[in-house]
């Protein structure tokens, strides 16, 4: 029998390792028979070969009221945009294209039934952006709280997908859109809700984000990145997922971090801690991916084309400590983890 007590007996939590420390313990074991796809868990995607040439990708991810969102302070279209965006960066973060969702959801009873069709509404417009079909799922009973899980498969080209562990010594760390927006729009929200109609967009990014799948697909058909992923827990905690899978460490550059002229109005008024909210708590679901510096120039050009932005924020370096260079020129070690919901914050 596995032991699960820490330090004098006491039994381990989940705050104690975090969300990523309880992955890595889960996957050892995990695999009863030969496991027959190209990518498992770790990365935003499991990759399977289904016939030459092309593999599907699938992705899961669960919203659970009052740990990602609050009825209160979101309408139902807005929850079930979001639940499905959040599945569709996953889709982006490997390069392929999204096509199937699979949507199981526990009801409160205080839900109501015009509620619950005005969430589907909320899936359904972003689906039609993307042209997903919502295929089935499950619905049951909740006690309290609403609970979203949605399940998305995509396709890609078996030699286009992109994973985590695929980066190099010296490549350029790059990002394909604003840090920050969502955690100073959630802030906002939840301190600041007088002020929010001064900040149309941070509100819009927290709430409706977009998903990156055309940068993907251009950033995958290029063939010049190295590794890709998405931002969901911000680019201090997502770094250091790229990181650990290609065995290297990381320099970010506090002076490179985009940022959008509502962000810089928002730091301006409201001073927060601007390290924590540019990259420690995301929802930016902009990519972030790593590029040799040969095929830097030509990938930054492939994007700018199609009217995407691309920001270098940092190179990958020997060993595995994740470092910031600080707009003074220090250079420190990057304590800030980002986003992990099972630590305290």
């Not at 973060?93 to 205080?110: C, H, N, R, T, Y």
Request: hydrophobic fraction near 40%.
């Amino acid at each position: 029998m596995r032991d699960r007590k820490g330090q004098k007996g006491h039994a381990v939590k989940l705050k104690d390792i975090g969300e990523f420390g309880f992955i890595d313990k889960i996957k050892h074991d995990a695999l009863i028979r030969e496991y027959l796809g190209l990518v498992g868990i770790g990365d935003d995607c499991a990759v399977f070969r289904v016939e030459e040439g092309k593999s599907i990708l699938l992705t899961t991810d669960m919203l659970l009221e009052r740990v990602h969102f609050l009825r209160e302070v979101m309408t139902p279209y807005q929850i079930g945009y979001k639940a499905l965006a959040a599945n569709l960066s996953d889709i982006a973060a490997s390069g392929g294209l999204p096509k199937e969702a699979f949507v199981s959801i526990a009801v409160p009873e205080d839900l109501s039934l015009e509620e619950l069709l005005e969430l589907y509404d909320g899936m359904k417009e972003l689906a039609r952006k993307f042209d997903v079909n919502i295929t089935g799922g499950d619905t049951t009973t909740s006690l309290q709280d609403l609970v979203i899980n949605i399940a998305l498969t995509g396709e890609i080209e078996e030699d286009l997908a992109l994973y985590r562990s695929g980066a190099k010594a010296g490549d350029y760390i790059c990002v394909t859109g604003f840090l920050g927006d969502s955690a100073a729009g959630l802030d906002l929200i939840l301190n600041h809700r007088k002020e929010m109609h001064n900040f149309p967009q941070l509100i819009k990014q927290h709430f409706t984000p977009i998903p990156h799948i055309e940068q993907g697909r251009a950033v995958s058909r290029s063939r010049l990145a190295n590794s890709m992923m998405d931002i969901s827990d911000g680019l201090a905690s997502d770094i250091r997922h790229i990181s650990k899978a290609s065995k290297l460490g990381a320099i970010l550059y506090e002076e490179r971090f985009p940022h959008s002229e509502e962000f810089q109005k928002y730091l301006a008024e409201f001073n927060p801690d601007y390290l924590k909210t540019a990259i420690g708590v995301g929802e930016d679901y902009c990519l972030l991916l790593t590029v040799s510096q040969q095929n830097y120039a030509r990938l930054k050009e492939v994007l700018n084309n199609l009217g995407h932005q691309f920001y270098n924020v940092g190179e990958m370096a020997e060993g595995e400590e994740i470092h910031i260079v600080y707009k003074n020129g220090r250079k420190a070690i990057l304590e800030l983890s980002g986003w992990d919901q099972f630590k305290e914050h």
